[in-house]
């Protein structure tokens, strides 16, 4: 039987330093991103048009003005709590292409970032600290309906202004991990990645292959 998640409480909890995982200026920071189709993406951006049903914790809410101040975008980093290795290319390769169970390296011309934060990031652990079940939420917010974790990002955001964002634990691949980023991170982003390249280069063929025959996925050059 599939646990379901509840609406979170009106009050969430008072945040407690066990909550909140900082994400040091050494951190790989990991994202794939479209570079064509209709609404093509660059590395650096927040997508602020939202909700979209593919969007886990899109907080988007209200007018549209205000729908088109919030923003988000959803990465994957080297390392989490306790320092546990993140491969950041594998978290984003089986959260973007481990639904279809294809790697297609050319349709939308998927390019693969990396870089590290100017600043410290403050996320909200929702998956190995202990505030998810203080705030009565389960593991669903992160495996199960969508439209049920918006809502407990939405809450979230409004609540606790300081948080950057959430570090959650992968729907396709639990053993890693994986985080979205609220507009209020763009000041930590620098001005320059550490990589930047399609997804198709050569150079990313020797890991892309390693990860499709590791889980089993079709990889479309």
């Not at 100017?118 to 969508?146: E, F, H, K, Y």
């Not at 634990?169 to 609220?182: D, F, G």
Request: net charge positive; with cysteine.
């Amino acid at each position: 039987m599939t646990t379901r998640l509840p609406p979170p409480p009106e009050e969430l909890p008072q945040l407690r330093r066990s909550d909140v995982l900082h994400l040091g200026r050494s951190t790989d920071i990991g994202r794939i991103y479209f570079n064509a189709g209709a609404h093509p993406q660059s590395w650096h951006r927040f997508r602020s048009d939202g909700p979209v049903s593919s969007g886990r914790f899109d907080h988007h809410r209200g007018s549209t003005r205000e729908r088109l101040r919030r923003g988000i975008r959803y990465d994957a980093p080297s390392r989490g709590r306790g320092q546990r290795p993140n491969d950041p290319l594998e978290a984003c390769v089986l959260e973007v292409f481990g639904s279809t169970r294809t790697i297609d390296l050319s349709t939308l011309a998927p390019w693969f970032v990396l870089w590290r934060p100017t600043r410290p990031l403050l996320l909200l652990d929702l998956v190995d600290g202990p505030w998810l079940s203080r705030a009565g939420g389960n593991g669903a917010i992160s495996t199960g309906p969508r439209a049920a974790a918006r809502a407990w990002s939405r809450h979230i955001y409004e609540q606790y202004s300081d948080v950057d964002g959430l570090y959650y634990q992968s729907s396709n691949l639990p053993s890693h991990r994986c985080m979205a980023l609220y507009e209020r991170a763009a000041d930590a982003l620098p001005s320059s990645y550490r990589l930047n390249m399609p997804l198709n280069h050569p150079g990313l063929r020797p890991a892309l292959r390693r990860i499709a025959i590791k889980y089993d996925l079709r990889l479309v050059l």
